[in-house]
């Protein structure tokens, strides 16, 4: 008599691979596993070991039947019967008691027998029933390899790794693995809807390391082997079809049990919304011990298909044996009772063989679960094409197909157009249902293949950052981390972009959470660290060409700041700070930092060379020196009147020894040209700003400008250190205010002056521009207007006089339609003579107290204006305003305009825009 015998025992005992074991051991054996996805799991195991020649694969959607099989994977509903197989294993057999496919387990427990051996796999909690029901069983505990203990509740934040999280629902789940996305860097999803295929994807993720997290439902309760250290509950109740229950403590030990693989010890707990475990319930899952199954879910296996009347009957029979109960309506008996209300179904469904038909239309599962209705539509189809042409209608198939065979779209398109795909491959496998199945079993096998791979591409892509995975995986194994800097500056690790090295510091690419900013850091600067001193190296043998400094005291190499100036105790001797990551080190630190200090040295030195020399001439002593100290303070430049009076304690000797060094003593200003050129100066604004500790720089004006509009709340030291002075609205530079002053001496500034051409050409101005700038500087501007003096006109040439018939001819008047008024000037239209507006400047007396009093050879003995007898010039009334002038002189006529010349030309514009 053939032995049979119940391998009990909580999870991680060893009794599916036990099991596996025993059927190798024979010549022939069929194993029963409650999931599609433990199917194919142990499939590929014993494909591994035995080849794929003899091992076939039968589920709802799945069948690879070779030849000569000899051992046969299966799920529980799909198992073969009547093959004689001389071995036969049911697992997860604790099963019966389940409401939903229990009276499918329950069957197999009755009826399924190997000839030589039989094997059920389960929970303690069977135990009792499994005596009471069958006969001469042996009993084999098996105990739990390593032990589980509950670690409380943890928040996902601090979730330790090699982690299971588990859910009982989609939104639930797909929750938890975007919080965990974002805290973790990503997390493998694993449901029991998935196909064996996305599965397998996405539990090599998790197994590779290339996550660390996984999201599940109570899938991973069923055999799957994980390597999994702690399982997280997020919730402890669930749907079951009915309605929602909290789970039994011996269904949460199924699942917890996961934790901890062979000698590994494992852990439980909760998570997020999850209440504690009250203290009964860890004890029974840390013990294994359970409340025992009292009942098992049956339902009749002896059908009779006389009628759908009769075959609804003895579905619903039942039964006296005191350790079963009837199982509620499944969904194939729902479905059998729908459809036989439609009387052509009724109609057709007429004998034995076309009842049986009915039924096994019936049992195909509403995988897509859009509505009872919309399924029992379905089976109607398929069985009316069935009853009438013996076959499902090839060209409807196919446009069902191809509807579904998209891989655009979200995860919830490509979960229902696999969930869609997976009825028409059920479908394909039914034997004799399609003309061509091999065919379709192909091709549906195919599309739900290319849905799979785009499913776990957008699970990927959704709840799995690649870049913080693969980087903590790194990290983790203390593997060297290889980075990349390209030209503009990107760095990648391991392949993944992680940021942009600027100069010296590390600019992170934007993270979703501080715990993957975190991560990507820590990569990043454990791969920058050859670089970094590779960079060093560059950067210190650097030419001076690609350093510079910025307006703001900035330190720039190339497009990079690298550090900025700081102030010192010298306003020529700034401080360096460069701008170096603490991880670099201080080595790299202080070699960027040297190469910044050479540099502001020499473009200091280089910039400022006639005046450190100055600074440096030993041969200056005495006033000389002191004169000199001063001007190296102000840093090249400063008004005269701030040192009127040292100025005239300076002899010719004294002023020539400074001469020497280029320093020019102006009328307004005291400077060193070469300091004016615009690298000097705007060098002297930056050492200047940084020595007064503003927070903001001033910036040099533009190369070129004679003047510059001046500015509300600039101060005229600003100006000054620029190189300008102020004037009324504008600020002229420095070396060309002296050359006017040069113009101003040669004129009569205290009778009264006109401005000529030369002065407009060397500020750049109008007339009225001019006029205010002559204000800022002191002077009387008196505005007046007079005829405006038009160049005679040259005698014409003979043939300009001489005009031809041509012209002669239109210059008639009246002839060609023109008449004898259009050749006659209106009279309105005389304006009278043009004017001009011209000023008068006389210095205005104030403004001496900045020593600023025009000096020339216009100034009488005794110190009195005008001529050498001191007298006043006659009044000139102008005819216009009646502005007074005085002037020692009398006017000189106006000189006629040379038309060629350019100055005149361009002080005819300025009038003409005045």
């Given at each position: ?107 197999r ?9 039989t ?5 303690d ?46 939104d ?28 397998n ?27 999994v ?17 909290r ?29 504690p ?13 359970f ?7 049956w ?137 061509d ?5 192909g ?5 739900e ?36 800097v ?30 993957e900013a ?243 050409s ?67 239209a ?35 204006p ?17 502005i ?31």
């Amino acid at each position: 008599m053939p032995g049979i015998t119940a391998v009990l025992g909580p999870t991680n005992t060893g009794k599916t691979h036990y099991a596996i074991e025993r059927m190798l051991a024979h010549r022939t054996g069929v194993i029963g596993l409650p999931l599609r996805l433990l199917a194919r799991e142990v499939y590929d195991r014993i494909v591994a070991l035995r080849g794929p020649s003899v091992v076939a694969l039968v589920t709802g959607e799945e069948r690879i039947v070779p030849e000569r099989t000899q051992y046969w994977v299966c799920t529980v509903e799909a198992m073969p019967e009547g093959i004689g197989a001389d071995f036969v294993a049911i697992d997860e057999i604790q099963l019966c008691a389940d409401p939903e496919r229990g009276h499918v387990f329950t069957e197999r427990l009755l009826n399924a027998r190997g000839l030589h051996e039989t094997l059920f796999m389960g929970s303690d909690t069977i135990r009792g029933a499994i005596a009471a029901l069958v006969p001469k069983v042996q009993f084999m505990r098996r105990e739990r390899f390593s032990s589980l203990t509950y670690a409380g509740s943890k928040k996902l934040s601090r979730m330790p790794g090699r982690a299971a999280i588990v859910g009982f629902s989609v939104d639930n789940l797909y929750a938890v693995a975007e919080l965990m996305r974002r805290q973790k860097g990503g997390v493998a999803v694993v449901m029991g809807a998935l196909s064996p295929r996305t599965r397998n994807a996405q539990v090599d993720m998790y197994q590779n390391g290339d996550v660390d997290y996984l999201v599940a439902t109570d899938a991973i309760g069923m055999g799957l082997n994980l390597d999994v250290n702690h399982v997280a509950f997020s919730a402890l109740t669930k749907f079951d079809g009915r309605r929602m229950r909290r789970l039994a403590p011996n269904e949460l030990a199924q699942i917890a049990g996961r934790a901890g693989r062979y000698m590994s010890d494992g852990s439980f707990g909760v998570t997020g919304e999850a209440p504690p475990l009250e203290p009964e319930v860890v004890e029974a899952i840390t013990e294994h011990s359970f409340t025992p199954i009292r009942k098992l879910n049956w339902r009749n296996g002896r059908l009779s298909f006389g009628s759908i009347e009769a075959l609804v009957g003895s579905l619903e029979e039942g039964t006296d044996e005191p350790w079963l109960t009837r199982a509620r309506e499944a969904d194939d008996l729902r479905a059998l009772k729908d459809l036989s209300a439609d009387p052509l179904i009724t109609a057709r469904a007429s004998d034995g063989s076309s009842v049986r038909l009915l039924w096994d239309v019936c049992r195909v599962p509403d995988f897509r679960s859009i509505s009872q209705t919309e399924h029992a539509t379905l089976l109607t189809s398929i069985f009316t094409d069935l009853h009438e042409h013996g076959r499902v209608r090839a060209d409807w198939f196919a446009r069902q197909v191809k509807r579904i065979d998209r891989v655009d779209g979200d995860i919830d398109t490509l979960s229902t157009r696999l969930a869609y795909i997976r009825t028409w491959t059920y479908v394909a496998q039914r034997k004799g249902w399609l003309a061509d199945q091999d065919h379709w079993r192909g091709e549906t096998r195919a599309v739900e293949d290319r849905l799979s791979d785009a499913l776990h591409a957008a699970l990927t892509k959704r709840f799995v950052d690649r870049r913080t995975s693969v980087l903590l995986r790194r990290l983790k194994q203390k593997e060297s981390l290889v980075a990349e800097v390209n030209t503009k500056g990107e760095v990648s690790v391991e392949g993944e972009f992680v940021g942009r090295l600027e100069g010296f510091r590390f600019r992170q690419d934007g993270a979703s959470s501080p715990e993957e900013a975190k991560t990507v850091q820590s990569a990043a600067m454990a791969a920058l660290a050859p670089e970094f001193h590779l960079r060093a190296d560059r950067f210190y043998n650097a030419p001076d060409t690609e350093l510079d400094f910025t307006e703001q005291g900035g330190l720039m190499w190339g497009d990079s700041a690298v550090g900025k100036l700081v102030k010192g105790d010298d306003v020529l001797r700034p401080r360096i700070q460069a701008f170096v990551d603490d991880e670099a080190g201080s080595d790299v630190a202080d070699k960027v930092t040297r190469r910044l200090q050479h540099f502001m040295d020499r473009k200091i030195a280089a910039l400022f060379e006639p005046m450190i020399a100055m600074q440096k001439d030993e041969t200056l002593s005495g006033l000389p020196r002191g004169f000199a100290f001063q001007i190296v303070e102000a840093l090249g430049v400063i008004p005269r009147h701030e040192v009127a009076q040292d100025v005239k304690a300076l002899d010719q000797d004294a002023r020539g020894l400074l001469r020497k060094h280029g320093v020019r003593f102006g009328q307004f200003t005291i400077f060193m040209p070469l300091l004016l050129k615009p690298a000097p100066t705007r060098l002297r604004l930056v050492l200047w700003s940084l020595f007064e500790g503003l927070d903001e720089f001033p910036e040099s004006p533009p190369p070129g400008l004679v003047t510059i509009p001046v500015v509300e709340g600039v101060g005229e030291k600003v100006y000054t250190l620029s190189g300008y002075r102020q004037a009324g609205a504008r600020a002229i530079r420095i070396d060309m205010l002296e050359r006017l002053a040069d113009q101003l001496r040669a004129q009569d500034s205290r009778g009264g002056f006109e401005a000529n051409p030369d002065m407009l050409s060397i500020t750049g101005m109008t007339l009225e521009q001019f006029a205010d700038l002559m204000k800022g500087l002191g002077y009387k501007a008196e505005q007046g207007e007079r005829v405006k003096v038009k160049p005679a006109p040259e005698a014409p040439s003979e043939a300009e006089a001489t005009p031809d018939a041509a012209t002669d001819t239109e210059a008639t008047p009246g002839a060609d339609g023109a008449s004898e008024a259009d050749a006659t000037p209106d009279a309105d239209a005389d304006t009278g003579p043009e004017m001009e507006v011209f000023y008068t400047f006389t210095w205005g007396g104030f403004g001496r107290a900045k020593g600023n009093a025009p000096r020339g050879k216009q100034q009488g003995r005794g110190g009195k204006p005008g001529g050498p007898k001191g007298k006043k010039g006659p009044r000139r009334d102008t005819g216009g305003d009646k502005i007074k002038s005085y002037s020692s002189r009398p006017p000189k006529k106006d000189k006629p305009i040379d038309p060629d010349n350019p100055f005149a030309q361009a002080l005819m514009g300025l009038k003409d825009k005045s």
